[in-house]
């Protein structure tokens, strides 16, 4: 198993811009993928972005493109999710997630098989 710990989550304004964390450990071989989704109040959980391994590719779900980054540090054991603008509609628990799928960029919930508990994200307008 790996285990995943988000953190960075807060209340700020609209326009203002967050870093998100996401400390892994555990497992190896350490070659797993690591997403983020968010889950808004009411919502079902949604796909943000992911990360492979080596950090040589990412993929974004179609409204992130702009404003999110997704990077990661494997000499930190972290992988972070940049968020700029923020918008009250990025209002949201973050999560990040594990996922040993190669050869291509798992989007689905149902690929991932490891998973934090969470940060939240509150944008006020």
């Known amino acids: 198993q790996v285990q995943l710990a988000e953190s960075g989550g807060r209340l700020v304004q609209a326009g203002a811009s967050l870093r998100l964390s996401c400390v892994t450990s555990?497992?190896?071989?350490?070659?797993?993928?690591v997403g983020w989704f968010r889950q808004a109040p009411g919502k079902e959980r949604e796909f943000v972005a992911t990360i492979n391994w080596s950090g040589s590719t990412t993929f974004y779900a179609d409204y992130a493109k702009d404003r999110f980054t997704i990077s990661r540090d494997n000499a930190k054991d972290t992988v972070y999710l940049q968020i700029i603008s923020l918008k009250p509609e990025d209002t949201a628990v973050y999560y990040c997630a594990a996922s040993w799928i190669l050869g291509r960029e798992p989007r689905d919930i149902d690929e991932y098989d490891e998973w934090g508990q969470g940060t939240q994200v509150t944008v006020s307008s």
């Open positions: 555990g497992r190896t071989p350490w070659n797993y993928s």
